[in-house]
């Protein structure tokens, strides 16, 4: 069984295929321009075969310009990292604080205080 994603894939591929070799075709053969509408007269093709590149070109021109405005959009938008420095000292903080044996931190009267409240629920 086909996923959902896939069945759009081969869609898409279909389509492109589909519409790359009608464009290459009426590049090449611009006489099956006249069964499109255009006039059948040389002028009339030319004009044609030129929208035929020029609007691909203008797509694809004003599709690399949007990527770009993208990047720079999100390279404007986004924080700095943090230097390596600071990220190596917090990682070697983290080690000696796993190496080192827990001691027992100084009780204050709240600590003995949970403590007597512990001892005496277990009772």
Avoid: N
Wanted: hydrophobic letters at 50%; one cysteine or more; proline letters at 7%.
């Amino acid at each position: 069984m086909v996923s959902k994603d896939q069945a759009i894939g081969g869609v898409i591929l279909v389509v492109c295929a589909v519409v790359a070799i009608i464009y290459t075709s009426i590049l090449v053969y611009p006489q099956w321009l006249s069964h499109l509408g255009f006039s059948e007269d040389a002028a009339g093709q030319q004009a044609a075969r030129f929208w035929l590149i020029a609007i691909p070109v203008f797509v694809a021109f004003v599709a690399i310009m949007a990527i770009g405005a993208w990047i720079g959009w999100t390279m404007a938008t986004t924080p700095p990292p943090k230097p390596i420095e600071e990220i190596t000292t917090e990682m070697e903080a983290e080690m000696k604080e796993e190496k080192k044996p827990e001691a027992e931190a100084p009780k204050t009267e709240d600590t003995m205080a949970a403590d007597k409240k512990k001892k005496s629920d277990k009772m």
